[in-house]
Nanobody, 122 residues
Framework: QVQLVESGGGLVQAGGSLRLSCAASGRTFSSYAMAWFRQAPGKEREFVARISGSGGYTYYAGSVKGRFTISRDNAKNTVYLQMNSLKPEDTAVYYC???????????????WGQGTQVTVSS
């Protein structure tokens, strides 16, 4: 069982930056691939970025590639999402998720955090 708690969301102007954190419980954190998803009002949840258990492999959605960076610190059981050059269309609730399977499909993720709101004003 893994419990995930996100933090770091907030209100920022377009062009600004935020760093989201996701703290995980449990002693097997490095066994899980981790990902960030987001869901805007009235839209389906969408994949943002994922990272392998070792942190050696990352993959991004095209809409955030070059602006967002996912990373992890297995010693701290934490995964991060550094978001730069934020746009109003990045406004959403951001969720971190854990899976034994390296995938961009939300249905393959077993554990989810409660979400953190990111709002980007124009």
């Amino acid at each position: 069982q893994v419990q995930l708690v996100e933090s770091g969301g907030g209100l920022v102007q377009a062009g600004g930056s935020l760093r989201l954190s996701c703290a995980a419980s449990g002693r097997t954190f490095s066994s899980y691939a981790m990902a960030w998803f987001r869901q805007a009002p009235g839209k389906e949840r969408e994949f943002v970025a994922r990272i392998s258990g070792s942190g050696g492999y990352t993959y991004y959605a095209g809409s955030v590639k070059g602006r967002f960076t996912i990373s992890r610190d297995n010693a701290k059981n934490t995964v991060y999402l550094q978001m730069n050059s934020l746009k109003p269309e990045d406004t959403a609730v951001y969720y971190c998720a854990a899976s034994f399977v390296a995938t961009i499909n939300s249905k393959d993720y077993n554990y989810w955090g409660q979400g953190t709101q990111v709002t980007v004003s124009s």
